[in-house]
């Protein structure tokens, strides 16, 4: 199985910050890398597919990069509806998840 | 307008097979390159991705819970339903399901179902 760990686990940050979040798979996986945003009480909204593909009506201070084991989310200035969980998943064999980064308001 | 929704049990006893059904519209399972997934999370923790039915009826299942889970499709009623057996507390959670598409990289998750609270207790 293709483990993903994510870093870090929980981050305080305020608005207008830039944040990123660290992704890294237990073998290569190419760009075969999703990110979701999850809110409380939410189903997750998928924010970046195949590692640096932007979903259609996600803003654009969302971006990702990586290729291999190591991936990167960036919010490039934190609006207050950013503050939530964001989770990583892998495609490249079936599909792993991340334990998650929960994203709080310093 | 792509939606799904879930429905079953809300408590399940330990020992009992759970039967979770997957509703949905907007898009069809018999259109090539779609699927529709299954992923949980129990309360206060990560996402874990259980189960997935393409549209050619190619079946995919998570490793450590192989031997409990079945999906299933019926393309004419636009549902897919998803059998864990031998439910345990431990499997209490939220489950959703979510229309997969697939991409140069594998495929992702762009619309998720509301997600459904089972609980399993005695």
């Known amino acids: 199985d293709i483990q993903m760990t994510q870093s870090p686990s929980s981050l305080s940050a305020s608005v207008g910050d830039r944040v990123t979040i660290t992704c890294r798979a237990s073998q290569s996986i190419s760009s075969y890398l999703n990110w979701y945003q999850q809110k409380p009480g939410k189903a997750p909204k998928l924010l970046i597919y195949?590692?640096?593909s932007l979903q259609s009506g996600v803003p654009s201070r969302f971006s990702g990069s990586g290729s291999g084991t190591d991936f990167t989310l960036t919010i490039s200035s934190l609006q207050p509806e950013d503050f939530a969980t964001y989770y990583c998943?892998?495609?490249?064999?079936?599909?792993?998840f991340g334990q998650g980064t929960r994203l709080e308001i310093k | 307008q792509i939606t799904l929704k879930e429905s079953g049990p809300t408590l399940v006893k330990p020992t009992q097979t759970l039967t979770l059904t997957c509703t949905f519209s907007g898009f069809s399972l018999s259109t090539s390159g779609v699927g529709v997934g299954w992923i949980r999370q129990p309360p206060g923790k990560a996402l874990e991705w259980l189960a997935l039915i393409y549209w050619d009826d190619d079946k995919r299942y998570s490793p450590s819970l192989k031997s409990r889970l079945t999906i299933t499709k019926d393309t004419s009623k636009n549902q897919v339903v998803l059998t864990m057996t031998n439910m345990d507390p431990v499997d209490t959670a939220t489950y959703y399901c979510?229309?997969?598409?697939?991409?140069?990289?594998?495929?992702?998750?762009?619309?998720w179902g509301q997600g459904t609270l089972v609980t399993v207790s005695s």
């Open positions: 979510a229309h997969e598409v697939i991409d140069e990289y594998g495929g992702h998750f762009d619309y």
């Open positions: 998943q892998q495609s490249y064999s079936t599909f792993t």
């Open positions: 195949a590692a640096s």
